[in-house]
């Protein structure tokens, strides 16, 4: 079965700092990685996903992560954060089947301070 | 507004009460999910439907129950809770291939009093 680690349970940054949040999963198949972003009061949105091709993936916002195969991992960053990026940050995996479901870490907290 | 919309957004309900949570999709997804979101947890999958057959269900006690009329309709009726099952439930969907986007429902926010 697919698990997700995500390391930083509550990551403070000031505006412009650099942003990376960990995240290993466990499977020994193809997976699909995927982050997800919870801003205060809202739904679940997709931030980015990896499903193939070039391991580093753009997604919103000026976030991007990168999936090494060789740690397992697929850590999230952005080179310079903003107080608007205040959000609860959640990794997930999904076994690259039809009709698997997403598997997510405990999330992560981030708080930027202006 | 993402598609996926869920009601009650907050239900308040006594251990002996039955009620149901709904979820509908206008997104043309063939694959839905009820997913509980607790405190200092992470998401934990409950149940998984796909052209309206469950495909999963993740060791959920009983007095959850889904139900899938269609492919754009989902509910959990609840009975006999227990205040640890106090938590947000999320409902989510998928075109149900490998690397879909799940997008998700608002949620509905439950207390079990």
């Known amino acids: 079965a697919q698990s997700v680690s995500q390391h930083n349970h509550h990551v403070i940054l000031s505006e412009a700092a650099s942003l990376e949040l960990g995240c290993n999963y466990s499977y020994g198949g193809t997976v699909n990685l995927f982050w997800y972003v919870q801003y205060p009061g809202q739904h679940l949105q997709l931030l980015l996903k990896?499903?193939?091709?070039?391991?580093l993936v753009k997604g919103i916002k000026g976030f991007e992560a990168e999936f090494i195969k060789s740690k397992f991992s697929f850590n999230l960053r952005k080179p310079s954060v903003q107080w608007s990026d205040t959000a609860e940050y959640f990794c997930?995996?999904?076994?690259?089947?039809?009709?698997?479901?997403?598997?997510f870490g405990k999330g992560t907290t981030l708080s930027v301070s202006s | 507004e993402t598609g996926v919309t869920q009601t009650p957004r907050h239900l308040v309900t006594g251990m002996t009460n039955k009620k149901s949570l709904k979820c509908e999709q206008h997104l043309g997804h063939n694959a839905m999910y009820w997913y509980k979101q607790s405190a200092k947890k992470p998401l934990e999958l409950m149940f998984v439907?796909?052209?309206?057959?469950?495909?999963e269900n993740n060791s959920v006690p009983s007095r959850f129950s889904p139900e899938c009329p269609n492919s754009s309709h989902l509910f959990l009726h609840l009975h006999t809770l227990q205040p640890e099952d106090s938590a947000l439930y999320l409902c989510a969907s998928s075109q149900g291939l490998p690397g879909d986007t799940i997008y998700f429902g608002e949620g509905s926010w439950l207390t079990v009093v």
């Open positions: 990896y499903f193939s091709g070039d391991p």
């Open positions: 439907y796909s052209l309206e057959e469950r495909v």
């Open positions: 997930a995996v999904t076994a690259n089947q039809a009709g698997t479901a997403l598997i």
